[in-house]
């Protein structure tokens, strides 16, 4: 990374969750699609809402910008990206967000009066209005749910270690897939991964510890 992309991500990383979600797209891209900024911010804003106590300390955050160090930045941040994650995780996220949008509804300042709170709330009806396509048929412009699922997997991931996204894994007995998504149980890596083999268009859950490492051979049946 040059001296000028570095000091604009670190720039971005010193600003708050709200600049955390422009320094992600910047970092991971490789591993999703853009768009998925507001919701990512909508989802920071409703776990910071439900638990104030995930904001990473601003001494640590700036310890880390000042050293230039952005992977130790993924490491404050972790506690905040893990909730925000797993609220995608639930069987219906918005069970999570909903509360945090009927407090901005009944707050005349939308919570403060705070920008990326009335930018949240608008975001939230936005996505869900209903308008009239070419087609003739009612739709609604929805959430990057996938996208933004994969841009947090992989700041995890960074943190966690692990196969984020997109990658492609070797199992022991020799087939290779492309991992879609991750799951946890508990802090440490990934415990499995929904992957896609090649020419088969299902979804696979495989444990971690199927995949072989990357100078291990693969298993041959006795």
């Known amino acids: 990374m040059d001296g000028r992309r570095l000091q604009y991500h670190l720039r971005?990383?010193?600003?708050?969750?709200?600049s955390r979600v422009w320094l992600l797209r910047e970092r991971y891209t490789r591993h999703?699609?853009?768009r998925a900024e507001r919701f990512l911010?909508?989802?920071?804003?409703?776990?910071?809402?439900?638990?104030?106590?995930?904001?990473?300390d601003e001494d640590e955050v700036a310890a880390a910008v000042a050293r230039a160090d952005l992977n130790a930045i993924d490491a404050v941040y972790l506690p905040l990206d893990r909730a925000a994650l797993g609220i995608l995780h639930l069987p219906d996220w918005r069970d999570k967000v909903e509360p945090y949008i009927t407090y901005l509804s009944q707050d005349g300042s939308c919570g403060g009066g705070a920008m990326h709170h009335r930018v949240n709330y608008a975001y939230w009806h936005e996505a869900h209005h209903a308008y009239r396509g070419f087609d003739g048929y009612f739709t609604s412009q929805g959430f990057p749910f996938l996208a933004t699922q994969s841009l947090l997997e992989a700041a995890v991931i960074s943190v966690t270690g692990?196969?984020?996204?997109?990658?492609?894994v070797?199992?022991?007995?020799?087939?290779?897939?492309?991992?879609?998504?991750?799951?946890?149980t508990g802090?440490?890596?990934?415990?499995?991964?929904?992957?896609?083999?090649?020419?088969?268009?299902?979804?696979?859950t495989i444990r971690a510890d199927e995949i072989a490492g990357p100078n291990e051979p693969p298993l041959t049946a006795e």
């Open 187 to 204: 802090d440490g890596a990934p415990d499995h991964y929904l992957c896609r083999f090649s020419g088969d268009a299902a979804e696979h």
């Open 170 to 184: 070797r199992l022991h007995d020799g087939r290779t897939a492309v991992v879609d998504s991750a799951r946890w």
């Open 162 to 168: 692990g196969y984020p996204p997109k990658s492609t």
């Open 32 to 34: 999703t699609a853009h």
């Open 41 to 56: 911010s909508l989802l920071y804003e409703a776990a910071l809402w439900a638990e104030p106590g995930l904001l990473p």
């Open 12 to 18: 971005l990383a010193g600003g708050g969750p709200q």
